[in-house]
């Protein structure tokens, strides 16, 4: 039970440039999540998925795209990446059951860094 | 919309001792879950214990647990024999739950905890 994949695991760009952060899970959770954490702080929200096809904005969405294709998968692009996007990008997924982590499972996180 | 409160930035404790971290947060929803989670400096998001609104006893989970008060919208958190493991990011979140809820947690500025030997 891999629970939920990000790749990649460091990541540096330039500013301008673009890039999509991967994130899969084996888990058939319906809800997904875009987390960004800045050095010292809490976890913001950027996107969420509630099923596929279905996005919506979270929090900090500026500077940020997603897709939800499948199930499994919900990738987030950046487009003209800016310094104020270097942060660590965590993917997670939820169900509505409660098990032993009350349905949430994260991912191992994306340290980014715009240059 | 809800928010968390951690006012506590950082705190030192000594092993074997117990620490309390605290916890605040505001919200229009009447069913609604609370979170603890510990990040140590690895990075990965480590699940602790989890209070929903309507439980009754406060929630534990080995040396952890929690003191939730509703009426006063807090949820802090316990440590007991403070462990040098324990050194740590600790993080409360919270989540509304009701049926066409999403789900998604927000989450407090967070505490850093070092447990001196």
């Known amino acids: 039970n891999a629970g939920v994949t990000q790749t990649p695991k460091f990541r540096i760009l330039k500013i301008g440039q673009s890039m999509t952060l991967q994130c899969a899970q084996d888990?058939?959770?319906?809800?997904m999540y875009w987390y960004r954490q800045d050095p010292g702080m809490g976890l913001k929200l950027i996107y969420y998925?509630?099923?596929?096809?279905?996005?919506d904005k979270g929090e900090v969405p500026n500077g940020y795209n997603v897709s939800r294709s499948t199930t499994e998968y919900f990738p987030l692009r950046l487009e003209l990446a800016a310094p104020s996007q270097t942060s660590v990008y965590f993917c997670a997924s939820s169900t509505r059951r409660q098990d032993s982590d009350y349905g949430y499972t994260f991912g191992s996180g994306t340290r980014l860094t715009v240059v | 919309a809800q928010k968390i409160t951690q006012t506590q930035p950082g705190m030192f404790v000594q092993e074997k001792e117990a620490v309390t971290l605290d916890c605040t947060y505001d919200?229009?929803?009447?069913?609604?879950?609370l979170f603890w989670y510990k990040q140590p400096s690895s990075g990965e998001m480590i699940f602790l214990i989890y209070?929903?609104?309507?439980?009754?006893q406060n929630a534990t989970e080995g040396r952890y647990s929690l003191n939730f008060q509703k009426a006063r919208k807090s949820a802090n958190l316990v440590i007991s024999a403070s462990q040098l493991g324990d050194s740590a990011m600790y993080f409360c979140?919270?989540?509304?739950?009701?049926?066409?809820?999403?789900?998604?947690?927000?989450f407090g500025a967070g505490t850093t905890v070092t447990v001196r030997a």
């Open positions: 998925s509630v099923g596929a096809g279905i996005t």
């Open positions: 888990m058939n959770h319906n809800y």
């Open positions: 209070q929903g609104s309507y439980d009754e």
């Open positions: 979140a919270m989540r509304a739950e009701h049926i066409f809820n999403d789900y998604k947690l927000s």
């Open positions: 919200t229009s929803d009447q069913s609604y879950g």
